[in-house]
Structure formats: C-alpha cells, structure tokens
C-alpha cells in the first residue's frame, strides 16, 4: 500500500496547511485492501450535507468549495443536502453508493451518517468525517473545535469587560448546539474551560439544539425563570445567538454579552449594531481544502496521515478559528466570506461606516 502522509503544519494565515510530505510506493502488494473502487466509482465523491437550516455555511461555502477543490483536482463531485431528515439522508447516501463512489465525505445529522459509515467501508468505501465527528470514520477533516469554544468563552468575557461587570457575579445563560452534533460537546467543554476559569457558572442551561427560533423560545424561559435579569449568554452559534437576541430586544435588555459562531450575515450585523459581542469565523475554504487533500490522495489509493487524533483514535486535521468582533467584520468580507452588501442594510450601515465594512 501507498504511504502519504498529510500533517497539518503551521497554521498559515489562520488556515491548516496540509503538506503531502511523503508518498512512495509500498513494497508488499496491497494486501487485502479492498479499497480499490476502480473505474468510474474512483473518480466520484459523495458528499453529504446535513441541512439548511442550522446554518447558511452548508449550502453557500461548504458547497461551493468541496466541489471547486474536487473538480479542480479533476474528480466528480456529487455533493446533496439531506435537509434535515435522517430517512433522505439515508436514500441520498443509498443512491451514491449505488452510483458509486471512491471516497465518501459525510456531514453527520442525528446520527445518520454512523450507518452509511459502516456501508461504505464494507464496500471499501473510506469515509472522511467532514466537521462533525462519526464513530469509525477514517478520518475527520474539522476545525479545532475546542478552540472554537475557548473563542466562544472570551467572547462571553470580552463582552461582560465591557459593560463594566465582574464574571464571578455575572447572571450567565448557557445555550448549546444539538447534542446529537458530536461537536457540540466540543464546543461546550471550550467554553466552560475559559468561563470557569474566569468564575462563571450557568445560572440557567436550556436544551441544546441548532434551531434560532427553537433557541428563542428556550432563552425566553430561562429568562423568565431568571425573573428577567441576564448579563451574558453563551451561544454556540450565529443562528441561535439571533434567536436568542429577538428575546433580548423584546424585553429592552442592551449591553448582554452574546456569543456565536460561524460569522454569518445576521451573526455580523448584530456584531455591528452591539446586540452580538463577537462570533467565531470559521474560514470554511481552509476546512474544505483540508478535505479535498484527503479525499483526493485516498481517491489516489495513498493513505493519509494526520497530525492529531480524536479520543476514539480517528486521525484528525482541524483548522484554525478566528474570533471577530465589530472591528475585524470588515477581514471577513475581505475574505470574501461575507458580503458588505447583504450586512450593510438598514440600520447597519451607518455602522459598517464605521467600522470600515465596504
Ligand atoms: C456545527 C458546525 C458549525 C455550525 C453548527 C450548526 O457542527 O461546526 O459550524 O454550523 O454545526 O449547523
């Protein structure tokens, strides 16, 4: 079998930079791998998006760049959304297979992907876990997602700073993702790490879930149980952080500290109108190049190897989060990961005059 071995070095930039730094053929034979599709199923890779709804990332940058960075290495990319439903999740991944594929890239939702994971592989089929984790994948392509959390917790801390109050007083709302996300403990044990550090406990800690208007609803209660006093709130993500900030507009409570994560639309202009203290910006391109290099050298029949691994032993190549507050919206859009047209609407754009959003 064919070595390659991928470390991800130096962060460059904010980006995990994959070097092939080895690849020569091996002297045995390739003993009983039966990983070999061959034909047209070699060239094709199946991917699979969780939804729409918890985030815009998955249709308007996943997409895009796990299929630029596929084509362009001169593969077949069929990448389809299982919107949210474990059962069409399923028949897409029953469908490709059927197709074939040489290499399989799967969102996780709900934990649909963990039988297509077992399919594939039985098939000979390799499974990259792309962002969120999957029992028995060979490999998972993400973003140091506990770091995305550590972020999360500075933000809660920067934006209780600022309104002057003290983090071992502070009346804190803890509103995580979807525990069926294997990232969102990830996420959490981040941001608790930073918070507790800091003397912060939850004064209230509803469901997780990946829904705004769900999160409004949540935060709403706890508020009302919290008879209407909160300082801080803790969000896993830009979506959720919107829903939660309707409550907190609903009931004239300014100066919160919010975080988010993921640098989306409503996310940066909340930022911009002081409703969102910061969110974590999470350059997908630098997750999907990450992925495609693995995908790719295993569509070539190489073995790639990462740097790190996840507690299970899946090999793991993370990424690197950025925390971005009103002034650093502007690197986003320069990214090209945002558009100052969309953000700078209405209210926002005396704002984004402000801070240099053009
Ligand atoms: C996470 C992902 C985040 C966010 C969230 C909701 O797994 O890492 O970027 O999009 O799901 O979909």
Known sequence: MKRTS????????????LVLTACSSGDSGDSGDSGDAGGEAGTRACVILPDAAS??????????YLQEGLEAAGFEADIQNAQGDTQQYATIADQQLTQGCGVMLLVDYNGAAGAVTENAQAQGIPVIAYDRPIAGADYYV???NIEVGRLEGQAVLDGLEAAGKDPAEAVVVYMGGDPADGNAAMF????????EAAGITAAAEPPGVWDGDESATNFEQALTSLGGEVDAVWVANDTNAAGVITILQKNNLEGVAVSGQDANVAGLQNILLGWQTATVYKPVKDEADAAVEVAVALLNDETPEADQTLDDGTPYIAATPILVGPEQVKD???AGDASAEEICQGDVAPMCEEYGVE
């Open 6 to 17: 991928l470390a991800s070095a130096a962060a460059l930039a904010g980006a995990a930079a």
């Open 55 to 64: 985030s815009p990332r998955w249709e308007n940058f996943d997409r895009k």
């Open 142 to 144: 993400s973003f140091d």
């Open 188 to 195: 959490r044990d981040g941001a608790v790490e930073v918070m």
């Open 332 to 334: 986003v859009v320069a």
